[in-house]
């Protein structure tokens, strides 16, 4: 199946900023819509950011909008989160995740990576 491996995690200050890579493997990639969730510790997953199998249509999750850019590049097969003026709450677990045109309609994931994780100090 599908491997995505996420990268670019690590310990940052509040403020601060970082950007996400996953990278997938397969050569269908430019077919998947793409997104990113969180889990942070005793919570549940939540949804993050995704992005559209050509990049023309954009979400974001309330929290992080306006400060958090979700983007792509196909020819690398990889998505990117850039994340901005960071805040402790947004210490979680990111997990990168694919869909196939009919699962992403269904707000649904065919495919997830095994994440990385973001600390954010206060």
């Known amino acids: 199946q599908v491997q995505l491996v996420e990268s670019g995690g690590g310990l940052v200050q509040a403020g601060g900023s970082l950007r996400l890579s996953c990278t997938g493997s397969g050569r269908t990639f430019s077919t998947y819509a793409m997104g990113w969730f969180r889990q942070a510790p005793g919570k549940e997953r939540e949804f993050v950011a995704d992005i559209s199998w050509n990049g023309g249509s954009t979400h974001y999750a309330d929290s992080v909008k306006g400060r958090s850019f979700i983007s792509r590049d196909n020819a690398k097969n990889t998505v990117y989160l850039q994340m901005n003026s960071l805040k402790p709450e947004d210490t979680a677990v990111y997990y990168c995740?694919?869909?196939?045109?009919?699962?992403?309609?269904?707000?649904?994931?065919?495919?997830w990576g095994q994440g990385t994780q973001v600390t954010v100090s206060s």
């Open positions: 995740a694919g869909a196939l045109i009919q699962t992403y309609s269904d707000y649904g994931v065919d495919y």
